[in-house]
């Protein structure tokens, strides 16, 4: 499901279970982090709208005149819908320009890699065949591929780095396991050689096809990833 779709969809059912729509919404952190603000304010629209109706007689009572005052309160009440619905339409154009501002890769990779920790313990083996499919229906130059496998790629799948479409691999290092995202060239996108946080370690480098962002806990564990990558990728 493209961008364009899933924010239509998101905006008008932002509840909806449709299998597409959920595998859609699972693949940044920034299509949950932009649904969940619209389920909340979905919430917060739906608890407005319940009214309970108190036992006692006085509430009853007072519930009755506000009745009364239904029709002219539609028109207030319409007024309220136009200006919430307003609102979602100014942080979702807001939403859309945050998207085409400059992007920090360093950060994204290290998000990814925490926002997807479960892709560390997939031990598959995937043949470098599959990840050229991948690597095929990315945006831009589609001449990126390895013309031989890699060393051991327990994972493959795409990712969306600020909206770019990318690849999300995680290989074996020397060591432990390496996460490689490969990302498109564009020029907003702003690359450092070397990263880390307390946990992790990162590198940046450019082939002429793409970024490269490595991150693994060890910095030999990089070091042969990179190797690899350069015997393999053109």
Known sequence: MDELKFRRQAYSEPNSQEADF??????????????????????????ALKVDVPDDLAAKLLLRQ????????????GFAFALVASIAFLAGMTFTLLRMGPVDLSQHALAHVYHETEALNIEQDVPFQTVN???????????????????????????????VKSLHLVMQGEQEKVTLFIVPLEDRMVL???????KYQ?????????????????????DY???????TFI
């Open 22 to 47: 959920l595998d859609a919404a699972m693949e940044s952190a920034e299509r949950e982090a932009f649904l969940n603000d619209l389920k909340g304010l979905d919430a917060k629209i739906d608890r």
């Open 66 to 77: 506000q009745l009364q005052h239904h029709h002219t309160q539609r028109r207030k009440t």
């Open 133 to 163: 499919f991948q690597l095929a229906s990315l945006g831009g130059n589609n001449s990126m591929k390895f013309i031989q496998q890699p060393g051991r790629v327990f994972y493959s799948t795409y990712c969306d780095f600020q909206g």
């Open 192 to 198: 450092e050689e070397a990263f880390a946080d307390n």
């Open 202 to 222: 990162g590198m940046g480098f450019e082939t002429d096809n793409a970024y490269m962002l490595l991150v693994g806990e060890q910095n030999q564990d990089l």
């Open 225 to 231: 990833v990179k190797n690899e990558i350069e015997q």
